[in-house]
């Protein structure tokens, strides 16, 4: 039951992270670059990055550091999707390495599926690099769900070796 409960959680988790996506591919090219440039200004302002620049100067800056910005936003949402996927894959009694393909797989065809979309909407375009930017996201949270399951498994390895010591 537990299990059950578990699975549907990480699925909404899952869905409302995939509509996340799906707006903000849905944004136009305009939407996007002001979001992201609202983004990158609040940041580089909170990092005191621009203290004491120059108007000009500090545009320069923050133009620079958008690119980087939204970049790190895909690495990041995708990171979750793995996250999400790997964990889901994970209460399933199966391989290793058929939760961690099923689970990159479905992260590789979603971040397809998005540049794809991003075709459609005005002064959009399909980025080859995304993807693998995409790609990287959905592995590092594929890695960081078997080193979180490993650490979980050592420490309970831990705990039974005592328990079993106790009654010795």
């Known amino acids: 039951m537990k299990v059950n409960i578990l699975r549907l959680v990480l699925i909404i988790l899952l869905l409302c992270t995939f509509y996340v996506i799906f707006g903000f591919s849905s944004q136009n090219s305009k939407q996007s670059g002001s979001l992201s440039e609202k983004i990158t200004t609040i940041i580089v302002e909170k990092l005191n990055i621009v203290e004491g ?11 620079k550091l958008e690119r980087v910005i939204r970049k790190l936003a895909h690495f990041s949402i995708y990171t979750l999707v793995g996250l999400l996927l790997m964990g889901f894959t994970s209460t399933y009694k ?40 995409d790609t990287m996201g959905v592995t590092l949270g594929i890695l960081l769900i ?6 979980y498994h050592k420490q309970n390895d831990i705990k039974h070796e005592n328990y079993t010591k106790k009654l010795e």
């Open 146 to 151: 078997m080193l979180a399951i490993e650490i």
């Open 94 to 133: 199966l391989e290793n390495i058929k939760k961690v393909m099923i689970s990159l797989i479905i992260g590789i065809v979603y971040a397809i599926s998005d540049e794809i979309h991003q075709s459609f909407v005005p002064g959009r375009s399909p980025q080859f690099t995304d993807v693998m930017i």
């Open 53 to 63: 620049k120059t108007k000009q100067e500090k545009e320069i800056i923050i133009n």
